[in-house]
């Protein structure tokens, strides 16, 4: 349709029988670009959609650098597949600078999903729900092809700021509909009366438990005719974990025997004529819908269609004159419907062909749709804008306000240091090898005893930009609360002393904290080293999953230092290396929201002996419950959406990824009288006790 106007459309698919993209014009105006979704090798850091979602802003990146710019990026709303990309955008990258992002809302799976009565709440169902909701809401146009999805959408996510234009999907019409100076409906060469036919996939959302309801009270009191489902029946209902197929023959067998329910499978597109062209109704009884083709099909067919109210196929007819509308949510709606399409004479069914042909013809032919695209995207680009607001679906009023004078840009580095001597110029060397030249770094020395650490600190503080500044042990919180406190930056960061990050974090992390006048703080994503090579993508913190779990770096963030000051100091009660996990979700409660830079832009050394790989399940009751019964009132805001994550998915610190599935069971730890004296005879003796609990310790 694009390339019919005088566009050049590049149009992007999945293919992982390619080794990385292939890119080719396929038509005149149409290229194909054909591409992995693991190209990125992600795959064992990402789960299916995200990693899709990944490659897929990545390939655009490859493409844009290959060709140059387009005027625009369209993706649909389905998996999320644009949240990275739309991600990238809002947090500064220049590839896609000055590029308008719109969104065609299709079939969001945080609406379909509950509808077919797919957990919502289960990894990774859940995050790819929440990579849809981003997506839409950072796009800076939204094309939907009903208002009625729009309505939808209203009840799930607030959108009610975004730009909307209302635009259907275009359609081809049939050949011989489209024959000029044919008459609308004239192809319609008869019907067989009362032959009623169901196109499409078996699924609760498309109705189809309400149709079967509906015909079973039908068939029970009398009616003779036979209901014809044509179309895939491999969906899975999962609350019964069988197939729709497998559902429908357990249900009603007894009606499937008698022939007066007839399945016919899965049927090819060349077959939809043969299948509907002597229908004498086509059902649509979805109970949530967009712009279902299959009315299309068959208007365009000079089909009578009998729909429910509950979808945008209600918009696509006016009922009485080119097809019929039911009301799920009026009882005996659909009957009264039915009885008066069955009973309508052949002039009155050929004058409602010829109606529902020639209403496809002037609303969804690509002759229509083409000139409206073309002008919503025109005016689009027109009023294209740079936005330093940051999208987040959800964000506190900040309790005082914090804004960045002009010309401000040092950036405080703060790195705590206690008997660290062995990394610590490692770490120091990667700080002065950034692409940011404009920082200072502070060495907060917490009491180190070690005469080597001390000896290197010695060396090192004679360095150009570097700080060292002693004191008594304090313990970490309060350490890099004191070096928050000392530097002089508009900008901290935090950085472990036996850490490192690439030369570019801090270039990017403070770009986003300077394009964006809402966003506070900024992480990356991960990658360990020496003892693990796994990668840890982290991501932009927002609740409910920000509150069951830390899903950032939290201690190498950048930070807009008079905001950490402001609502993140660490909190020494915390303890147990909770205690910047409990600043993030601070400073969430406070309005001070962060993002994440979808790169591995900080290197995490995971070494024996460190503090976390120290922590115990206790330990992480204690903080949890801490960090909960601090933030009660921010919790509580959330407290239906929290109990669904855990019950989902278990214990908040059994995971940190929640783009892959999480199966947690649990089991009861039974006593049986001889483990009771035991335990008992333990108990009495000090040596036992203290090899009991290591042995208790190294379980964990």
């Not at 293919?15 to 993209?21: L, Q």
């Not at 009616?223 to 023959?249: C, K, R």
């Not at 499937?256 to 004529?273: E, V």
């Not at 690439?502 to 994503?525: C, I, S």
Request: aromatic share 12%; with cysteine; net charge neutral.
């Amino acid at each position: 349709m694009l390339a019919e106007a005088g566009h050049v459309a590049t149009v992007f698919v999945q293919d992982d029988s390619t080794a990385d993209y292939v890119s080719e014009t396929v038509e005149p105006g149409i290229v194909l670009v054909r591409m992995n979704s693991n190209r990125n090798r992600l795959h064992g850091s990402l789960g299916y959609a995200a990693c899709l979602s990944y490659a897929f802003a990545d390939m655009v990146r490859t493409m844009i650098e290959k060709t140059g710019p387009p005027d625009v990026i369209e993706a649909q709303d389905y998996l999320g597949i644009a949240y990275y990309l739309t991600q990238m955008k809002h947090l500064g990258y220049p590839f896609l600078k000055n590029i308008p992002i719109l969104i065609t809302l299709h079939s969001p799976a945080f609406i379909y999903l509950e509808y077919n009565r797919v957990p919502t709440y289960r990894f990774p169902e859940f995050w790819t729900c929440e990579m849809e909701k981003q997506a839409i809401m950072a796009a800076d146009l939204l094309i939907s092809p009903t208002r009625f999805l729009v309505d939808e959408i209203g009840r799930y996510m607030d959108i009610s700021g975004k730009p909307v234009s209302i635009l259907a999907n275009p359609y081809a019409l049939p050949d011989e509909t489209a024959v000029a100076g044919r008459e609308p409906g004239s192809e319609n060469k008869g019907f067989t009366r009362n032959k009623i036919v169901y196109y499409g996939k078996l699924s609760p959302q498309k109705g189809s438990f309400e149709l079967l309801n509906y015909f079973k009270d039908l068939w029970d009191g009398g009616f003779q005719h036979p209901l014809h489902l044509v179309g895939g029946t491999d969906i899975v209902y999962h609350p019964e974990m069988l197939t729709m197929g497998q559902l429908v023959e357990r249900r009603y067998g007894a009606y499937i025997k008698s022939g007066l329910l007839k399945l016919h499978g899965k049927i090819r597109p060349a077959q939809i004529k043969e299948y509907l062209e002597d229908a004498h109704v086509i059902l649509v009884p979805s109970i949530v819908d967009n712009l279902p083709y299959v009315v299309m099909e068959a208007m365009s067919l000079g089909r009578v269609v009998l729909a429910s109210r509950q979808g945008g196929q209600r918009e696509m007819m006016e009922d009485g004159v080119s097809g019929f509308l039911f009301d799920h949510h009026e009882p005996g709606s659909f009957e009264r419907q039915l009885s008066k399409i069955l009973a309508l004479t052949d002039e009155e069914m050929q004058r409602i062909a010829v109606s529902a042909c020639q209403r496809v013809r002037d609303n969804y032919a690509f002759g229509v749709i083409s000139p409206q695209k073309s002008r919503i995207i025109q005016e689009m680009r027109d009023k294209a804008v740079q936005d330093h607001h940051f999208p987040f679906l959800h964000q506190e009023k900040t309790t005082v306000p914090v804004a960045l004078s002009a010309g401000e840009s040092l950036l405080s580095v703060v790195i705590p240091f206690y008997n660290m001597g062995a990394y610590i110029e490692e770490c120091i060397r990667s700080v002065i090898g950034s692409t940011y030249s404009n920082l200072e770094i502070l060495i907060v020395n917490d009491g180190s005893t070690d005469g080597a650490s001390l000896k290197k600190l010695e060396f090192i503080a004679g360095w150009e930009k570097v700080r060292v500044i002693n004191q008594k042990n304090r313990g970490l919180a309060l350490t890099r609360n004191e070096g928050a406190r000392q530097g002089r930056g508009a900008f901290l960061a935090f950085l472990d002393a036996d850490d490192r990050i690439d030369p570019l974090y801090y270039e990017k992390a403070v770009r986003a904290l300077q394009k964006n006048d809402n966003v506070y703080f900024a992480g990356a994503w991960v990658q360990y080293f020496e003892n693990s090579s796994e990668v840890w993508p982290t991501f932009t913190p927002q609740p409910p999953y920000a509150l069951v779990h830390n899903p950032v770096n939290s201690s190498g963030l950048v930070y807009k230092r008079a905001a950490f000051l402001e609502g993140g100091l660490n909190d020494p009660i915390v303890d147990y290396g909770l205690e910047d996990y409990e600043s993030v979700v601070s400073m969430l409660h406070r309005g001070y929201n962060g993002v994440v830079l979808p790169e591995k832009l900080f290197y995490y050394r995971v070494r024996s002996g460190s503090m976390f790989r120290d922590i115990t399940l206790e330990k992480l009751l204690y903080s949890n419950k801490y960090i909960t019964e601090k933030h009660a009132d921010y919790y509580t805001k959330f407290a239906v959406q929290t109990v669904n994550l855990l019950n989902a998915n278990g214990p908040g610190y059994l995971f940190d990824n929640p783009t892959f599935e999480i199966k947690v069971s649990s089991q009861t730890a039974k006593e049986s009288a001889f483990l009771l004296k035991v335990k008992s005879f333990v108990k009495r003796s000090q040596r036992l006790k203290k090899i009991v609990l290591t042995i208790k310790k190294l379980k964990r």
